[in-house]
């Protein structure tokens, strides 16, 4: 006989995997506009509807999270290999200093604001590090990725390619 919190786990594991679907690579959000921020950290400010005609990454991400720091070289290569696409890194770091000096010793090149409050993220519904968003043309969500990425992945750049 089985005992009540196995069955109880059992009968509870689809709907924790249900609810897990929206973090996937297909939230709610996609194929709805993009939601628009504008953020602005005394050094740059990055409002996304001035982007729009252009396909966009916004990559939420911070200077002490691990799997940022782990997909940042191939966010780079993207970046200088496919220079019409708007890289747009909004970071959640609270220390102004530690994010300088971040982007110095990491020679980033991209578009990086400092969004402390989360302001940005939480209208895409991001508590979690690294999140890329891809908006297409239209400022339409077309894709979420969850996690560190290989941005230098063929199905990842076909994918961007045919946007």
């Known amino acids: 006989m089985r ?4 069955l109880a786990s059992i ?8 609810s897990g679907c929206n973090r996937g690579a297909h939230p709610a959000q996609t194929g709805k506009p ?15 509807a001035s982007y729009r005609g252009q396909v ?7 200077t002490w999270c ?11 290569q993207l970046h ?24 110095v010793r ?19 519904h991001t508590d979690m590090w690294p999140e890329t968003y891809v908006i297409d043309r239209k400022g339409i969500i077309r894709r979420k990725f969850i996690g560190a990425q290989d941005w230098s992945s063929p199905e990842i750049r076909e994918f961007l390619k045919n946007l």
């Open 106 to 124: 990491r020679h980033v090149d991209l578009t990086t604001v400092r969004d402390p409050g989360e302001t940005a993220a939480k209208l895409f």
């Open 56 to 62: 966009v990454l916004v990559n939420f991400w911070a």
């Open 80 to 103: 200088h290999d496919q220079p019409n696409l708007a890289i747009l890194a909004v970071s959640v770091d609270e220390d102004p200093d530690a994010y300088s000096r971040f982007l």
């Open 11 to 18: 009968l509870l594991l689809p709907l924790a995997l249900a």
């Open 66 to 76: 691990g799997p940022c720091i782990v997909e940042l070289p191939s966010l780079l």
């Open 3 to 6: 005992s009540p919190r196995f």
């Open 34 to 48: 993009a939601p628009d921020f504008t953020v602005a950290d005394g050094t740059t400010s990055v409002h996304l």
